[in-house]
C-alpha cells in the first residue's frame, strides 16, 4: 500500500519559515519524481517545485529563490523548506510521487500565513 505523509504545516506569519516533510511507504523511493502541489481556497491545485531522481529541481516562478524542494532517498523523505512566506503562501500543500503511469498523492497538510 502506498502512503505519502506530509506533516510540517502551520501558522507563521509574513516573513517567517516553515520545513515540509513527506514520508512515503510502498513505493521505490529513489525511482520517483517527487513533487509538492498546493492549493488555494478556491484555485486549482498548482506546481510548486518538484525534485528529480537524478536531484534536479524544478520551481514555480512565484516560489523561485524562496522555496527549496530536496530529498533524502535513505529516509524516503522529500523537504519543502519554505522560507520568506507570503500571504499567498497560503495552501494545503501535497506532497505527489511519479513513475511512468504511476502518481500517488499525499493528503495534504495546511500552511496558513497570517499577520
Known amino acids: 500500500q502506498v502512503q505519502l505523509v506530509e506533516s510540517g504545516g502551520g501558522l507563521v506569519h509574513p516573513g517567517g519559515s516553515l520545513r515540509l516533510s513527506c514520508a512515503a511507504s510502498?513505493?521505490?523511493?529513489?525511482?520517483?519524481?517527487m513533487g509538492w502541489y498546493r492549493q488555494a481556497p478556491g484555485k486549482e491545485r498548482e506546481l510548486v517545485a518538484i525534485?528529480?531522481?537524478?536531484?534536479?529541481?524544478i520551481y514555480a516562478d512565484s516560489v523561485k529563490g524562496r522555496f527549496t524542494i530536496s530529498r533524502d532517498n535513505a529516509k524516503n523523505t522529500v523537504y519543502l523548506q519554505m522560507n520568506s512566506l507570503k500571504l499567498e503562501d497560503t495552501a494545503v500543500y501535497y506532497c505527489?510521487?511519479?513513475?511512468?503511469?504511476?502518481?500517488?498523492w499525499g493528503q495534504g497538510t495546511q500552511v496558513t500565513v497570517s499577520s
Open positions: 505527489g510521487a511519479g513513475w511512468g503511469q504511476d502518481f500517488y
Open positions: 525534485i528529480s531522481r537524478g536531484e534536479s529541481t
Open positions: 510502498g513505493i521505490r523511493f529513489s525511482m520517483y519524481t
